[in-house]
């Protein structure tokens, strides 16, 4: 006599999402479970480390070198922290309302695991899994993730816990069945077709500047400059969907081109 085998279950991280077109999908998905899925890309690019990374973590650092910029000692590189004080400083509540990260375009280099039926019928939400060990790539926002990985590692460095950053949801869009040529055109489309903003319209939305609109309030002029003294750099967004950041910034803006 012998056990039945169980029915086979396609294993792996299971995401709820929206399909926008018929190889990609919008969602949003816990902190823990992105940087499951994105390993840190200032580790992947320490030689040394990777003589000692599974072949997994090769593999997939390999990919990455494909479709992405370096970071380690680059302007990208250097806006690594100032992106980790800027979102943090945002969880703690100390920017109000006005702040945001724009969502996170990944690209898986493999097939999707399985995609299950509608959830609940015409609406078009499903479940996906991404089967372990795929390859999953930032190919754009990599620098915010970078970012969330450099406030996970160190939470306490950033006033924060990991309790706190465990119940975060971070917006991202999926892109899979891409070949390398198709993920780097979205890399170019992304940081290059974008329009930039002219530098007055920037500075006049910028609240926390005392070079804003007149028009903007006193009150919120004076607590948005007390409640956002620690405020990371920012920067103004492009006018078509595009996470380029290329307008001219004040002196507290991201000096990389691309969160």
Request: glycine residues 6%; aromatic residues 6%.
């Amino acid at each position: 006599m012998s056990f039945p085998m169980p029915t086979p279950e396609v294993e792996g991280i299971r995401l709820t999402v929206m399909p926008f077109r018929s190889d990609a999908v919008i969602g949003t998905m816990g902190l823990p479970t992105l940087l499951q899925l994105v390993p840190s890309p200032k580790n992947q690019e320490n030689k040394r480390a990777l003589q000692y990374a599974s072949g997994l973590q090769r593999r997939h650092a390999e990919i990455r070198g494909l479709v992405q910029r370096m970071i380690k000692t680059t302007s990208k590189g250097k806006n690594v922290v100032p992106y980790a004080e800027y979102m943090a400083a945002g969880l703690k509540g100390m920017h109000g309302s006005g702040w945001s990260t724009p969502p996170v375009t990944l690209w898986l280099a493999d097939q999707l695991g399985s995609i299950s039926d509608e959830l609940v019928p015409g609406t078009s939400i499903r479940t996906i899994s991404v089967t372990p060990g795929s390859a999953v790539v930032a190919v754009d926002g990599e620098t915010q993730v970078t970012a969330w990985h450099e406030l996970y590692d160190d939470p306490a460095r950033f006033g924060l816990t990991h309790d706190a950053l465990a119940a975060i949801r971070v917006p991202f869009e999926l892109y899979w069945g891409l070949n390398v040529d198709d993920a780097r055109q979205i890399f170019y489309d992304r940081n290059v077709e974008g329009v930039s903003v002219a530098k007055n319209l920037a500075m006049s939305m910028d609240a926390t500047s005392p070079l804003s609109s007149p028009a903007a309030s006193p009150t919120r002029s004076r607590s948005s400059s007390t409640a956002r003294s620690s405020r990371s750099p920012r920067s103004s967004k492009p006018a078509v969907a595009s996470s380029r950041r290329a307008a001219p910034r004040s002196s507290r803006s991201p000096r990389c081109g691309s969160w």
